[in-house]
């Protein structure tokens, strides 16, 4: 529901009302926070993983391996599609709201302590007070693991205060190039900020120059590196069937619980995520357990197909070209929907998108797009998209939100056709809400990204 901001619990509305350093980005009160908290991140084993695309994924693949092995997990995620409480995962389930309410009204005292005894060098923001909440809840609950995503890049990002067993940074993409930098070597060195001395990192499908910085850093730190395309032999059966082999075992065929080939890469890091683990911390992970996770994981808004719903509707997070082509890809394995249905596009973007480029890969896959604003006052107004959608000869018309662009789509699919909605997770989860008649808080209107200061250290000398 698109719920009205006077609408929201006040300790939710105070939450999304927190703003991080305008110019300053920096450790140090992530730090202290964990420090006011007595180091909850040091109660418990963790994966770190980065990446521009597909670290959501892998945390999820990781972690249902986890569980299916009889593990207590925890997983900490971001952003979430319709309440703040799924970031903050025990056992697969997201956090009860009574208890999210009660850990961010605890938390919330005890920073108004901590800055009045000195002990904080800011107030934490909304990010900082989310990792913040995840780690302490992780610890109280007692998990045997923890997964934990990092929100942007890694170097600076409030998740990097975890122990971690194994890191992984599943791919490298020109994606936030103003906060993290204008080339794959600079977003590289941003990322490789969570590689630890003597951890291991597994990598995805990283491109060689980003690969050389990540490398270099490693070394410098100690840290072996595994880049599952030189260790993970990848067979993929036309009946969509996985079978992977790695230096220590086979698996499959399995049926990834994660449509999309771009999956596959994702899957072969978590299946060496997993064995690393087994070995670093003694875990019992058999291959069957491997395959048991990899088949059964579930992750809302990335290529879910919505049961029941006339006509279908696919819900994808492709946020960034790279992830747009993912979905065009899986788009192109499809067939059309049949006369008279047609494949209509629910499509919003946020700053620093450029709308062409996002909708050029799936111009020959749509018969329309549908404009609508995600739910963050960084959306790109719609009348940009629907210029770009009509200088690619597409049909495109405006709506005011995920509601009334549903309804235009709807009528332009009929019963037979099919919706897909991407773009932006913010729109995803606004869609998601409306199909399945969810409730929650929404999302923040500004989850605040700090600019590069120009007195910033410069990446490469972070290694």
């Known amino acids: ?50 990446g521009t695309n597909g ?13 299916r092995a009889g593990l207590r997990t925890g997983l900490f995620t971001s952003p979430h599609l319709v309440c703040p409480t799924e970031r903050i995962r025990i056992d697969g389930a997201p956090l009860a709201l009574d208890e999210f309410l009660a850990r961010i009204g605890s938390l919330r005292r005890r920073v108004a302590e901590g800055l009045h005894a000195g002990r904080l060098p800011r107030h934490p923001s909304f990010f900082e007070m989310m990792t913040g909440a995840a780690l302490d809840a992780f610890a109280e609950h007692g998990v045997d693991l923890a997964v934990v995503e990092v929100g942007l890049g890694g170097r600076l990002d409030a998740t990097n205060v975890v122990c971690p067993a194994v890191s992984a940074i599943t791919t490298i993409g020109l994606d ?31 491109p060689a120059p980003a690969v050389d910085v990540i490398e270099r850093i490693a070394r410098r730190r100690g840290a072996p590196v595994h880049s599952t395309p030189h260790e993970v032999a990848v067979e993929t059966h036309a009946d969509g069937r996985l079978a992977l082999r790695t230096p220590e ?24 995520v997993a064995e690393l683990l087994r070995a670093r911390c003694g875990i019992v992970l058999t291959p069957e357990t491997i395959e048991q996770g990899l088949a059964g994981v579930r992750w809302p808004g990335r290529l879910e197909r919505l049961d029941g719903t006339r006509p279908e509707v696919l819900l994808d997070a492709a946020h960034n070209v790279d992830g747009i082509r993912s979905l065009a890809r899986y788009l192109g394995t499809l067939p059309r929907p049949a006369a008279p249905g047609r494949r209509a ?18 111009a020959r896959l749509v018969g329309a797009v549908v404009a609508a604003p995600p739910a963050t006052s960084r959306a790109i107004a719609p009348a940009r998209i629907v210029a770009a959608a009509r200088r690619l000869g597409l049909e495109a018309a405006e709506a005011s939100g995920a509601r009334a662009a549903l309804e235009s789509a709807r009528r332009i699919a009929g019963p037979t056709g099919e919706i897909v909605v991407a773009g932006s997770l913010y729109l995803v989860g606004d869609a998601r809400r409306e199909l399945l008649g969810l409730s929650g808080a929404g999302h923040p209107r500004r989850e605040t990204v700090p600019p590069l200061a120009d007195d910033r250290p410069r990446p490469a000398r972070n290694t």
């Open 345 to 362: 596009l629910v499509f919003g973007l946020t700053e620093g998108r450029d709308p062409l480029e996002m909708l050029e890969p799936l």
């Open 176 to 206: 936030h190039r103003k906060t993290l930098g204008g080339t794959l070597q600079a977003i590289a060195a941003e990322k490789a900020g969570i590689v630890r001395p003597g951890v291991p990192v597994v990598l995805g499908a990283v």
């Open 249 to 272: 075992a086979a698996y499959g065929p399995l049926r990834p619980g994660l449509a999309g080939d771009h999956q596959v890469g994702n899957a072969a890091v978590a299946v060496r």
């Open 55 to 67: 670290k959501g994924s892998v945390a999820a693949m990781v972690e249902a391996i986890a569980r």
């Open 1 to 50: 529901m698109n719920q009205a901001r006077e609408d929201l619990h006040p300790l939710i509305a105070w939450l999304f009302g927190l703003r991080g350093p305008d110019l300053k980005w920096e450790l140090d009160t992530a730090r202290a926070f964990a420090a006011l908290l007595g180091h909850p991140e040091r109660r418990f084993p963790a994966v770190h993983v980065a």
